[in-house]
T-cell receptor
């Protein structure tokens, strides 16, 4: 079975400081990994994904994430946070094994609060 | 272009009633997914359609839940004899082909409240 853990319920950071949101995963095969952001009363917006290749993935709005196979992690990062980055962030995984199906398994989410 | 749309945005119903939630995917997307997001949790998979057929319905919690996609575009999630525990945000997503590397694009959700 595939699973995702986001160990921090909330991350607080000052505007202009680096932002990191942690994610670890568990799959039986190779993972496909995704980050989404959710603003209040809105659906999930896609930020970036790791499929294969370069371990550092760049996405929307200046976000990037680093895939680390040995640590089974896919942490989301932004070099300089903005107040407008305050939102709920979800990490998701899909196992490459066909038997796992096409569904995404999400973590519980991490709330990011960027203070001016 | 237009994203995934869902109607209604909010639905309040009484315990025991029947509800239908509608999803209109991105034009040209063959794959469609339903997820449920309870308060304070991440979305949980319900069902996946490839074209008109349900390719994976392993996430439907019980036989009160049913979904259709008769023409391979719009989908309707149907819940019979609603219970208070069904209260959640129901999210719909679509992807271009339904391959494992496809990105799923989500709609704004329908907030269902069962009184």
């Amino acid at each position: 079975a595939q699973s995702v853990a986001q160990p921090e319920d909330q991350v607080n950071v000052a505007e202009g400081n680096p932002l990191t949101v942690k994610c670890t995963y568990s799959v039986s095969g190779n993972p496909y990994l995704f980050w989404y952001v959710q603003y209040p009363n809105r659906g999930l917006q896609f930020l970036l994904k790791y499929i294969t290749g370069d371990n550092l993935v760049k996405g929307s709005y200046g976000f990037e994430a680093e895939f680390n196979k040995s640590q089974t992690s896919f942490h989301l990062k932004k070099p300089s946070a903005l107040v407008s980055d305050s939102a709920l962030y979800f990490c998701a995984v899909r196992d490459w094994a066909k038997a796992a199906g096409n569904k995404l398994t999400f973590g519980g989410g991490t709330r990011v609060l960027v203070k001016p | 272009g237009a994203g995934v749309s869902q109607t209604p945005s909010n639905k309040v119903t009484e315990k025991g009633k029947y509800v239908e939630l509608r999803c209109d995917p991105i034009s040209g997307h063959t794959a469609l997914y339903w997820y449920r997001q309870s308060l304070g949790q991440g979305p949980e998979f319900l069902i996946y359609f490839q074209g008109t057929g349900a390719a994976d319905d392993s996430g439907l919690p019980n036989d009160r839940f049913f979904a259709v996609r008769p023409e391979g575009s719009v989908s309707t999630l149907k819940i019979q004899r609603t219970e208070r525990g069904d209260s959640a945000v129901y999210l719909c997503a679509s992807s271009l082909q339904g391959t494992f590397t496809d990105t799923q694009y989500f709609g704004p959700g329908t907030r269902l409240t069962v009184l």
